[in-house]
């Protein structure tokens, strides 16, 4: 049986998984600002190469699976495990209903536009993005998605530093930067359209 402390790794590394693959599709969606056949042409070589898309999304599928499983296990062992000395009480600082409300919403928005991405029809990736950023329902749903991952990350930033045993002021600005660029870099797809 793994500790509170193992299970806290466990769930830090699987969340860091996700957060390296995150930072990839950000950069390759930057594509889109540079035009319709490098954005296509970028897709259709990973479309093409199956065996490392499918390796990245069955890693993603293992990690969220993993991280969430131990997300949840630790909260219903929590009671029992109050002693533990972690420098920052996450739960006294935000109300458990919020956080866990935040990332229950995050998980529903990877599944849906997971989903959603995988039944684009046409390979012309570029025109089926432009579609789904000019309904305002769809942009609406992705401004919430960037929002709870915006939150989400940054808890999980700032704890994960505590987790391998920095403190959380040495790098808070840090935390705010990355989110910044990586939220930037996901939101200026939509912007792009409406410029
Ligand atoms: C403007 C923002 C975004 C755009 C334009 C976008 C676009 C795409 C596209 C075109 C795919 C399909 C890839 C394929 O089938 O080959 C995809 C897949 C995926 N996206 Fe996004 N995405 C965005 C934001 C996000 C965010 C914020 C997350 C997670 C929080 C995310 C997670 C994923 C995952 C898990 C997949 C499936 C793995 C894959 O097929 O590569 N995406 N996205």
């Known amino acids: 049986m793994l500790n509170a402390y193992q299970t806290k790794r466990l769930m830090a590394v699987a969340g860091l998984v996700f957060f390296a693959y995150l930072l990839l599709h950000m950069l390759a969606n930057l594509n889109f600002l540079t035009g319709a056949d490098n954005f296509n042409g970028f897709y259709r070589w990973f479309n093409e190469a199956v ?32 002693h533990i000395p972690y420098k920052k009480s996450y739960p006294k600082a935000i109300p458990r209903l919020i956080a866990w409300s935040g990332a229950g919403l995050l998980f529903a928005f990877i ?67 990355i989110i910044f660029i990586l939220i930037g870099g996901f939101a200026a797809v939509p912007i792009s359209i409406y410029l």
């Not at 990245?56 to 949840?72: F, K, M, Q, R």
């Not at 991405?117 to 769809?138: C, G, H, K, V, W």
Request: hydrophobic letters at 50%; proline letters at 1%.
């Open 51 to 82: 065996i490392l898309r499918w390796s990245i999304i069955t890693l993603l599928i293992l990690s969220i699976l993993l991280h969430t499983i131990t997300a949840i296990a630790r909260q219903f062992d929590v009671n029992s495990k109050r």
């Open 111 to 177: 599944v849906g536009h997971f989903v959603q991405m995988q039944l684009l029809e046409t390979r012309d990736f570029y025109a089926e993005i432009s579609t789904i950023f000019n309904n305002p329902i769809m942009l609406a749903l992705y401004a919430l998605g960037f929002a709870s991952l915006s939150a989400h990350l940054h808890h999980a930033l700032g704890n994960v530093g505590q987790t391998f045993g920095l403190s959380h002021k040495q790098h808070h600005g840090l935390v705010l930067l």
